[in-house]
């Protein structure tokens, strides 16, 4: 990185689509089709750019332009504590100055072909069926959900289960999810990677029940059973073995135990999900190499901002455990990802600098005007 000053600071909201509405999870309503990925795009003094998503206000800004680079980035380290708010603009910069890729200053080897790819799941398939009665026809629905993915490149599908927690009766509704969960594996084949996630709508019991009940689909993570909780997932940690099942742990998004990480490394959790904005970038490039040493994996969260699945494939050089990027379908317009693609269950990793994404600048220009700001040295 060259010593130069952040001379200029954008921020604005792009605005874009899912293909199709996103329904709901065991605790919240309709999702909806909208995404609205924030991006800040940082200036030198010298002409150089880099954007991403940040949660930048324009009181911060004011605090931080005029800073130097040594200031806001660390070549080794990555953006320090103060400037982590630009966490995402300050790697793509770093990527633009070396003319390298993210993944490439992390140090990745690429495929023979010249190519670094990333493992990734669909995380599409919301709770979108309960306007209709009929069991059999809420399972087909969710079915040719997955075979869009299936259709894009995806050979990984993650189903939102616990319609019983709020939205239906608890036996219905676990009957359901049971019957949608053989549906998804039988339209996908026996070869796709089937995931779960409850967002904390199961206990203990109904865990053991639905995923006893669908052992034969051969489930390969069950992601936030219910609230973390120690006693819990050493039972179910024993109940698992007992069985047979190979069944992975996965947690941590959103409101997270503090002691997360302690459960991790007495291995009562296999798969850590931070998310990929909070903690950010910088941060996962520390926690991985952590959980690698303890043999968890690392699959950061992302839903709803778009941008998110583009960098969580970064992350895959600098963590030897990496699961999976969550990828949430979405166009947004201004925000160029053609160099990205899905094929055989893997993106397709941009190979131009920094992060590999593009900005249209009548289209972030217009979105700065309207919804955003400035920042400049004086």
């Given at each position: 990185m060259k010593?130069?000053?952040?001379?200029?600071i954008e921020w604005a909201r792009l605005t874009g689509q899912r293909p199709r509405k996103a329904g709901c999870n065991s605790r919240?309503?309709?999702?909806?089709?909208?995404?609205?990925?924030?991006?800040?795009r940082i200036t030198t003094d010298d002409g150089a750019t880099g954007f991403g998503s940040s949660r930048l206000t324009e009181e911060q800004a004011t605090t931080l332009v005029g800073s130097r680079l040594s200031e806001a980035f660390d070549s080794e380290k990555g953006a320090t504590e103060q400037f982590r708010v630009l966490d995402y603009p300050l790697w793509d910069l770093a990527g633009q100055l070396a003319g390298k890729p993210v993944y490439a200053l992390l140090g990745a080897q690429t495929d023979d072909d010249g190519v670094f790819r990333a493992r990734c799941y669909?995380?599409?398939?919301?709770?979108?069926?309960?306007?209709?009665?009929?069991?059999?026809e809420a399972a087909a629905l969710i079915a040719s959900e997955a075979l869009e993915g299936a259709a894009r490149g995806h050979k990984a599908f993650k189903i939102k289960v616990g319609r019983g927690a709020m939205h239906m009766p608890v036996e219905a509704g676990t009957r359901r999810d049971i019957r949608v969960i053989h549906a998804v594996r039988e339209a996908v084949g026996a070869d796709a990677k089937i995931l779960?996630?409850?967002n904390n709508g199961y206990n203990l019991n109904l865990t053991k029940r639905v995923l006893g009940e669908t052992a034969d689909v051969g489930v390969y993570w069950m992601e936030e059973a219910f609230h973390e909780d120690a006693r819990l997932y050493a039972n179910l940690k024993e109940w698992l073995n007992a069985q047979g099942l190979e069944t992975r742990i996965a947690d941590g998004e959103g409101d997270a135990s503090r002691h997360l990480l302690e459960w991790a490394q007495q291995g009562l959790i296999d798969i850590v999900q931070y998310d990929i904005f909070h903690p950010g970038f910088t941060r996962w490039c520390e926690l991985g190499p952590q959980l690698d040493e303890w043999n968890v994996g690392s699959a950061p969260h992302h839903y709803g901002g778009h941008y998110g699945h583009y960098v969580s494939c970064h992350l895959a050089a600098a963590i030897r455990g990496f699961e999976y990027v969550e990828w949430d379908e979405a166009d947004t317009p201004g925000l160029d990802a053609s160099e990205y693609s899905i094929a055989d269950g893997h993106v397709n990793v941009s190979q131009l600098p920094g992060f590999g994404l593009k900005l249209d600048e009548?289209?972030?220009?217009?979105?700065v005007k309207e919804n955003g700001f400035v920042v400049s040295q004086s």
């Open positions: 010593d130069s000053k952040i001379a200029r919240l309503g309709e999702h909806g089709q909208q995404v609205s990925p924030p991006i800040a669909d995380t599409s398939l919301y709770i979108d069926d309960l306007h209709l009665e009929d069991e059999g779960l996630d409850a009548e289209i972030y220009a217009r979105a």
